[in-house]
């Protein structure tokens, strides 16, 4: 399940760049935006994901000129809401790859003393490098 939502998020995080890049030419290539080679190629990365939004939203609450407004705010919450979810499956399974960097954060808290990152370390079947707290530098 991590794997799969790595990966949709990695497609999600193409979209909505190539949404904002898009964006971005669109202000600074003016009218000239439909020739520009780059305009072209991010329209054509983004195109699944506003034509989904399209397909999803009324046109009477999304006008066609804002459907790209849309898509990315609507990118950017299945996002966030990829790496919530990401976030408690690592939790419970952090030997998985793609829960290194979490893994690597509860060692330093444990080290610092936080019992609770020590506890989830143990749980998901990491040995704590230390769970004594480091003593106080002398003055």
């Given amino acids: ?41 991010l329209r054509a990365l983004a195109k699944p994901a506003t034509a989904a939004v399209r397909a999803i939203t009324p046109r009477r609450f999304v006008p066609d000129e804002y459907i ?6 609507l990118l950017a ?28 954060e509860y060692q330093a808290r444990c080290e610092r003393g936080q019992q609770e990152a020590c506890l989830l370390l143990e749980r998901g079947g990491i040995a704590p490098a230390s769970r004594a707290p480091r003593a106080a530098p002398a003055r």
């Fill in 77 to 104: 919450g299945l996002y966030i809401a990829l790496v919530i979810q990401q976030t408690g499956l690592c939790i419970e399974d952090l030997k998985h790859p793609a829960c290194e960097r979490l893994a690597v």
């Fill in 68 to 73: 790209g407004f849309a898509a990315f705010f």
């Fill in 1 to 41: 399940m991590l794997t799969v939502i790595v990966i949709l998020k990695a497609l999600i995080a193409i979209a909505g760049l190539a949404l904002l890049g898009q964006g971005v030419l669109y202000v600074l290539a003016g009218v000239g935006r439909e020739t520009n080679i780059f305009y072209r190629t």
